[in-house]
């Protein structure tokens, strides 16, 4: 199974742009690259999917390289409300989907 | 739309006792997931069902859990002599068709066991 990299955590200010990156030198030519967010005491939510280059939607972007090992989870203007764990997850032609520690953002006000 | 729903959402109980944990997803979704997730931990896969198909069981952690899904909709965890270990939240996602899809999660059952 493939196995995915992140940051333990991260902080930010307000207002600033935040930038997760994500590491997943195994992943397979069928995968996609999904990130979901958890609130505390919720469970997580989808946040965006991807499977090469860039996809943006109203919440965030996720760049993917070329050669698909790593990805980055883009927030523009970070607000209190963001502050999260935020996952990355990578399938790897089985079903089981591991969601790893994730990273823990900060946004201090 | 109703989204995934858990029963009970919390359950204390004692060491040696069985619990079953529900949950009932999307109506339409053909994959249905079990995670736990201990306190400060990231999830941990359990097991998977999709549609008929035999469940993937690979994430249980021991031959005391068990799970089932009945006519492809409700699914039940079982937990059988709990553990202290044991406590932690319990989350069932859905998903409409394959693991790429989203997967939508419900509220979790917080699982205590004394």
């Known amino acids: 199974l493939a196995k995915t990299t992140q940051p333990i955590s991260m902080d930010s200010y307000e207002g600033q742009e935040v930038n997760i990156t994500c590491s997943h030198n195994?992943?397979?030519?069928?995968?996609?690259i999904t990130w979901y967010q958890q609130f505390p005491s919720q469970g997580p939510r989808f946040i965006i999917q991807g499977y090469k280059t860039k996809v943006t939607n109203e919440v965030a972007s996720l760049f993917i390289p070329a050669d698909r090992k790593s990805s980055t989870l883009s927030l523009p203007r970070v607000s209190l409300s963001d502050t999260a764990v935020y996952y990355c997850?990578?399938?790897?032609?089985?079903?089981?989907?591991?969601f790893g520690a994730g990273t823990r953002l900060f946004v201090k006000a | 739309g109703a989204g995934v729903s858990q029963s009970p959402s919390n359950k204390v109980t004692e060491k040696g006792k069985d619990v079953e944990l529900r949950c009932d997803p999307i109506?339409?979704?053909?994959?249905l997931y079990w995670y736990r997730q201990s306190l400060g931990q990231g999830l941990e896969f359990l097991i998977y069902f999709q549609g008929n198909s035999a469940p993937d069981k690979s994430g249980l952690p021991s031959d005391r859990f068990s799970a089932e899904r009945t006519g492809g909709s409700v699914s039940t965890l079982t937990i059988q002599r709990t553990q202290q270990e044991d406590s932690a939240v319990y989350l069932c996602?859905?998903?409409?068709?394959?693991?790429?899809?989203?997967?939508?999660f419900g509220p979790g059952t917080r699982l205590t066991v004394l």
């Open positions: 996602a859905s998903s409409p068709r394959t693991p790429s899809d989203e997967q939508f």
């Open positions: 195994n992943i397979a030519t069928n995968d996609y």
């Open positions: 109506s339409g979704h053909t994959a």
């Open positions: 997850l990578v399938n790897t032609g089985g079903f089981k989907t591991i």
